[in-house]
């Protein structure tokens, strides 16, 4: 069974940067598409980064695009969120899920436990 653990989270001020790290376990990580969501409260579970297993290939949502960076360490079976320049609408707890294949949650299996982001103005 995949199991997935978020770190890196924590409280930063605007424009400050923060990296997450998405440690990947009993699975073939290298074949796994991996993603980041996110959920803040109140508000659903939304998609902000995806990497695609073979292509690499990366996909963000609008509002994040130039600001944070998704990437990959297969040797490590490790998945990054590099988050630049936030801002507290970014303030959330964020997801790391695996073996899905669009923006839409229910389309990704497996799923961490979350990391938070407070982004103080």
């Known amino acids: 069974q995949v199991q997935l653990v978020e770190s890196g989270g924590g409280l930063v001020q605007a424009g400050d940067s923060l990296r997450l790290s998405c440690a990947h376990c009993?699975?073939?990580?290298?074949?796994?598409?991996i993603a980041w969501f996110r959920q803040a409260p109140g508000k659903e579970r939304e998609f902000v980064a995806a990497?695609?297993?073979?292509?690499?290939?990366?996909d963000y949502r609008d509002s994040v695009k130039g600001r944070f960076a998704i990437s990959r360490d297969n040797a490590k079976n490790t998945a990054y969120l590099q988050m630049n320049n936030l801002k507290p609408e970014d303030t959330a707890v964020y997801y790391c899920?695996?073996?899905?294949?669009?923006?839409?949650?229910?389309?990704?299996?497996?799923w961490g436990r979350g990391t938070q982001v407070s982004v103080s103005s």
């Open positions: 990497i695609y297993w073979g292509s690499g290939s990366t």
């Open positions: 009993c699975g073939s990580f290298s074949m796994s598409n």
């Open positions: 899920a695996a073996g899905g294949r669009s923006m839409v949650v229910r389309s990704w299996q497996f």
